[in-house]
T-cell receptor, first 113, second 113 residues
Framework: DAGVTQSPTHLIKTRGQHVTLRCSPI?????VSWYQQVLGQGPQFIFQ???????GRGNFPDRFSARQFPNYSSELNVNALLLGDSALYLC????????????FGEGSRLTVL | SQQGEEDPQALSIQEGENATMNCSYK?????LQWYRQNSGRGLVHLIL?????REKHSGRLRVTLDTSKKSSSLLITASRAADTASYFC?????????????FGTGTQLKVEL
């Protein structure tokens, strides 16, 4: 079975631009979470979606938004990019809303110039 | 913000030796998990210990949890060069807001031949 897949794997943007990152969860998993990992730090929670509804949000500005589709795939959108948004964006899926273990994708590495 | 602090930040050992990493956290938890990350790629779940457990084993891994001290340790026995990676602890507090993992700062483990 395929794991969590993310696209694109790498991308370069300039300040002020917008970016959309995509994630397909493991088949049968209904919960998708997004994490931001800045170089040298641990991942930080951005959003959790379950059954197409936002179920949790981390301490990120409104420039960050996400949504989950009927097939449980998800998009993370970031508007008005700042240099500090450069990071590895990780998507994770889990079978249920409150499952302990998360299954992570390989991430999308965003560089903002 | 990071909840967990891991110690040491970096660890270099010889193949065959044991590696011990420690994690401290600040708030109540439902469970604590350890993840491994190779060279800035996706995270792989290693082991989960619930708040009412004190010790858990999985293959060459041994995890302890002391909720009174808000600390955990991960022991990797008989280390191999392939164990070279960054290791993160993550605490989970499952609320109505879902399952949000709060990661520590990570320990970079290097196992030399």
């Amino acid at each position: 079975d395929a794991g969590v897949t993310q696209s694109p794997t790498h991308l370069i943007k300039t300040r002020g631009q917008h970016v959309t990152l995509r994630c397909s969860p493991i088949s049968g998993h209904k919960s998708v979470s997004w994490y931001q990992q800045v170089l040298g730090q641990g991942p930080q929670f951005i959003f959790q979606y379950y059954e197409k509804e936002e179920r949790g949000r981390g301490n990120f500005p409104d420039r960050f938004s996400a949504r989950q589709f009927p097939n449980y795939s998800s998009e993370l959108n970031v508007n008005a990019l700042l240099l500090g948004d450069s990071a590895l964006y990780l998507c994770a899926s889990s079978p249920l809303f409150q499952t302990g273990e998360l299954f992570f994708g390989e991430g999308s590495r965003l560089t903002v110039l | 913000s990071q909840q967990g602090e891991e110690d040491p930040q970096a660890l270099s050992i010889q193949e065959g030796e044991n590696a011990t990493m420690n994690c401290s956290y600040k708030t109540s938890i439902n469970n604590l998990q350890w993840y491994r990350q190779n060279s800035g790629r996706g995270l792989v779940h290693l082991i989960l210990i619930r708040s009412n457990e004190r010790e858990k084993h999985s293959g060459r891994l041994r995890v302890t949890l002391d909720t009174s001290k808000k600390s955990s340790s991960l022991l990797i026995t008989a280390s191999r060069a392939a164990d070279t990676a960054s290791y993160f602890c993550a605490t989970s507090l499952i609320t109505g807001g879902g399952n949000k993992l709060t990661f520590g700062t990570g320990t970079q483990l290097k196992v030399e031949l």
